[in-house]
């Protein structure tokens, strides 16, 4: 018969980042000049092989992990190419619809509706994955993510406008172009060190500074390691 096992569960490779990210801003906040090794949260074989490119002088990267990125967006812009006899979005055939016979013109009208439905649907806007499987780096001044579909692509800090934790491992950016404006999330175990690295660079101010993680996580790591994840100091010392 197996036993019961009282021991607490390991702390995951999301609690581990997450702990990472934070001690790395105290010692950002703290003024301190950090050294190489205080920037680098991961072993060095754990980095991806990534040639600086955003500051090839001064640049660190600081952590490599799998990654997700989606977009906010419509697969469509609403336009619908009928067939046979043209409909709008109401389903109502125009004039040229009236030469077709019956039995034809039954099954375009059928075809075009429901296109038109899909039409309709595609303009809606909503989630999509724009990188679903990705490798991603974090660095002191931007962020790199590596995917099949579209190579290496980075960002430096300064090109988002407002970084944003929604929950664990996700952050939302909002990502200024040529054309405007783009809503995107990214979603990695190193997503909060997305977010802790752009406040750092371009909002020291922000709001939401110390508060990109739920107090069952806090309790959680308490009860697990022991130690208090802010102080660093044992719970029972601090009468926790």
């Known amino acids: 018969m197996t036993g019961f096992n009282n021991e607490p569960p390991p702390l995951t490779n999301t609690d581990i980042a997450i702990l990472s990210t934070l001690g790395l801003q105290k010692k950002l906040d703290s003024g301190q000049e950090l050294s190489p090794d205080d ?25 490599s992990g799998p990654c997700r990125l989606v977009i906010w967006d419509s697969p469509g812009d609403g336009s619908h190419n009928a067939a046979g006899a043209p409909l709008l979005f109401t389903g109502t055939a125009n004039s040229m619809g009236i030469a077709y016979g019956v039995g034809a013109a039954a099954g375009t009208v059928a075809m075009n509706v429901m296109g038109a439905r899909r039409a309709k649907q595609d303009a809606v806007q909503r989630w999509m994955d724009y990188i679903p499987h990705g490798a991603a ?3 002191t001044h931007g962020f790199y993510v ?5 190579g290496l692509l980075h960002w430096q800090w300064e090109l988002f406008s407002t970084t944003e934790w929604i929950e664990p491992s996700t952050v939302e950016l909002t990502l200024q172009t040529d054309e405007g404006s783009v809503r995107c999330r990214f979603l990695s175990d190193w997503a909060e060190l997305v977010f802790v690295s752009w406040v750092q660079v371009c909002h020291p101010q922000h709001p939401g500074k110390y508060t990109w993680f739920h107090q069952d996580w806090i309790e959680r790591v308490r009860n697990i390691t022991g130690i208090d994840p802010f102080t660093e100091q044992p719970v029972d010392e601090l009468g926790g």
């Open 39 to 63: 920037l680098q949260l991961v072993p060095r074989h754990m980095l991806r092989p990534i040639r600086p490119l955003i500051d090839p002088q001064s640049e660190r990267m600081v952590a």
């Open 137 to 139: 780096t974090v660095s």
């Open 146 to 150: 590596e995917s099949q579909e579209h």
